[in-house]
């Protein structure tokens, strides 16, 4: 599979491109990176280094990569943090010309904007672009509960009402959509569910909650669950993968005592993942 990955980029450590390109190349598939920015390392360490891109620059080098013919040859478009509509703009009108010459092209959005405990963390206005304009435009999607609450107005806090409420985003644009960090009255203390849902069904996997919230998770997961769906064609089969490909890369990261997740050190369980988690069928 051949992969436009338009994201943000890091110098020091893994988020954005940094942290979903290794993966996906690891798991056997060709990425062309696109950055929107390149700093110096994450912008969670309250102080960073380097430039912001200017969305006419990032569509040229989107324009350079159709002057090489090789546009029509990606299977996948893949997005993650939008930090300017200007941006999103550009990313939409790549999935526009990718479709246009590979009609079997899919576009999978990372709608990052907040998470729980932290609120909204991107600019006044980038929510309400993603949930208007990007999500509909999007086949497959993989926000946090949060961020799947504020997309479709609602306060889930139960399983039945969280595969509800994607149900309705799907009625919006994205057939495939996995939701991670999911948090709901039958799940245990100490645990954690992420929950695919495709049309071929709904289903869920339980894992432990470990000590730490690294950043360039969500980014890692996008890009599994990507590539799984699109080489397995089963939504189950993906979220088995992805989830416990994830888990270690949590494992190791925990265990180097590091800030930055362990993807070079977890390349095994992301090149072969272990089946570690059961996979339970919602419908």
């Known amino acids: 599979m051949q992969i436009l990955s338009i994201q943000s980029s890091v110098a020091y450590g893994h988020v954005g491109n940094s942290a979903a390109v290794f993966p996906l190349q690891r798991l056997g598939h060709e990425v062309w990176p696109v950055n929107t920015v390149h700093f110096s390392n994450h912008t969670g360490y309250g102080a ?16 350079g990569i159709g ?3 090789a546009l029509a040859g990606i299977d996948a478009v893949l997005s993650g943090y939008q930090g300017d509509p200007a941006v999103g703009a550009v990313i939409l009108d790549a999935v526009a010309r990718v479709k246009e010459l590979n009609p079997d ?9 907040g998470d729980v405990g932290r609120g909204m963390f991107v600019r006044p206005g980038i929510p309400e672009y993603l949930r208007d304009t990007v999500v509909p435009r999007a086949d497959i999607l993989t926000p946090n509960h949060f961020e799947l609450d504020f997309l479709t107005g609602r306060a889930t806090s139960r399983l039945a009402e969280i595969v509800d409420a994607v149900d309705e985003l799907r ?5 495939d959509v996995l939701v991670t960090s999911v948090v709901h009255g039958e799940v245990p203390e100490g645990r954690i569910d992420v ?29 599994l669950y990507l590539a799984h769906l699109r080489g397995t064609g089963s939504a189950e089969t993906a979220l088995a993968r992805t989830t416990s490909s994830v888990f270690a890369i949590l494992e190791e990261t925990l265990a180097a005592g590091t800030r ?6 977890a390349q095994e369980a992301i090149a072969h993942p272990p089946a570690r988690f ?6």
């Open 260 to 265: 930055e997740i362990q993807l070079v050190a």
């Open 195 to 223: 929950v695919a849902v495709s049309d071929a069904g709904a289903w869920a996997v339980e894992t432990p909650l470990l000590p730490i919230t690294p950043n360039g998770c969500g980014d890692v997961t996008a890009a």
């Open 278 to 283: 059961e996979v339970r069928r919602l419908r």
């Open 105 to 113: 092209a899919v576009y999978c959005c990372d709608p990052v904007m």
């Open 171 to 175: 009625e919006r644009g994205p057939r």
């Open 67 to 69: 002057d090489r013919g």
């Open 48 to 63: 960073w280094r380097g430039p912001l891109l200017d969305p006419v620059d990032v569509r040229e080098v989107i324009a």
